[in-house]
């Protein structure tokens, strides 16, 4: 089955204690992205890669870092988390032949940092 | 800059009737890519309709259409005959020069049975 899988999907954690969210995408796009989603802000993107070793940032990169070692995975780190990052964030990937195409969203993580 | 505008925070209706979603976007790009997702209560994002700024034909699909207008930096969103499962939170979004997306903040439908 075709899908974008993140994990974990739900975390509390601590101000300053460093976390990773994984994603992970089976088919085969070289397009992927982090979003977080607030109430009254919609989605925001925090980054985004072309491909393997290309990333670029969103509008709110600020407190993130991501990599792209493997076509297939797009981890969001968090290296000293505070409670403004407590939020609900979605990967995505898609095609990227022919423009920007549908992008494919995983379930979500609900971060809490207290 | 680039951005895009959902004015309507929250819009009601009871089943059976229209609604009409407004997305109003800013680019300086003459090259640009909209969409629409839904998020329905279960909260996953779910991809409706992608439309480049050189097909300015207008499309539907079943009971939903949508209609680009460049004139006015408009891709509204009419769903005709509203049923229940259509409430959700419906984003408009704009991808314009980069492989940057901009989403509007987004609007409740709910549809009341």
């Known amino acids: 089955e075709a899908q974008v899988t993140q994990n974990p999907r739900y975390l509390i954690t601590v101000t300053g204690k460093k976390l990773t969210v994984t994603c992970s995408q089976n088919?085969?796009?070289?397009?992927m992205s982090w979003y977080r989603q607030d109430p009254g802000l919609g989605l925001r993107q925090i980054y985004y890669s072309m491909n393997v070793e290309v990333t670029d940032k969103g509008d709110v990169p600020e407190g993130y870092k991501v990599s792209r070692k493997e076509k297939r995975n797009f981890p969001l780190i968090l290296e000293s988390p505070s409670p403004n990052q407590t939020s609900l964030y979605f990967c995505a990937s898609s095609l990227s032949v022919s423009g920007p195409n549908e992008q494919y969203f995983g379930p979500g993580t609900r971060l809490t940092v207290t | 800059a680039q951005k895009v505008t959902q004015a309507q925070t929250e819009i009601s209706v009871v089943e059976k009737e229209d609604v009409t979603l407004d997305c109003v976007y800013e680019?300086?790009?003459?090259?640009?890519?909209l969409f629409w997702y839904k998020q329905p209560p279960s909260g996953e994002l779910v991809f409706l309709i992608r439309r480049n700024s050189f097909d300015e034909q207008n499309e539907i699909s079943g009971r939903y259409s949508w209609n680009f207008q460049k004139s006015t930096s408009s891709f509204n969103f009419t769903i005709t005959a509203s049923q229940v499962v259509d409430s959700a939170v419906y984003f408009c979004a704009l991808n314009a020069g980069t492989y940057k997306y901009i989403f509007g903040t987004g609007t409740r439908l709910k549809v009341l049975a």
């Open positions: 088919m085969n796009h070289e397009y």
């Open positions: 680019t300086r790009d003459t090259t640009y890519y």
